[in-house]
């Protein structure tokens, strides 16, 4: 029942910039650590940044600098925000978040994952 829906990807030339998006929708308790993942074709899914529900984020060594991570907890909404793109970003980017739901009489975190959105960047 709950989804997590990604848009914002696309093509862009090396140098620019692009804004991922990541709505929760559906009947959940709260939402914790939010994430944003990448996997480019023939590699594993790798973390790209990550936000709590507090606010504290944390990003790989590759987009420091480059990436914001962000989130609206009034709309369930995950935001990155990718400058200064390179053709190495290239890649299907994953939303993912940890969320609490209420099962019978007890509460589950699980964690639920975007279908995916591409961002090619052209060099």
């Known amino acids: 029942q709950v989804q997590l829906v990604e848009s914002g990807g696309g093509l862009v030339q090396a140098g620019g910039s692009l804004r991922l998006s990541c709505a929760a929708s559906g009947s959940f308790i709260s939402i914790h650590t939010m994430s944003w993942y990448r996997q480019a074709p023939g590699k594993q899914r790798d973390l790209v940044a990550s936000?709590?529900?507090?606010?504290?984020?944390d990003y790989a060594d590759a987009v420091k600098g480059r990436f914001t991570i962000s989130r609206d907890n009034a709309k369930n909404t995950v935001y990155l925000q990718m400058n200064s793109l390179k053709p190495e970003d290239t890649a299907a980017y994953y939303c993912?978040?940890?969320?609490?739901?209420?099962?019978?009489?007890?509460?589950?975190?699980?964690?639920?994952w975007g279908q995916g959105t591409q961002v090619t960047v052209s060099s």
């Open positions: 936000i709590t529900s507090g606010g504290n984020t």
């Open positions: 993912n978040a940890r969320i609490a739901t209420k099962e019978a009489m007890a509460v589950s975190l699980n964690i639920y």
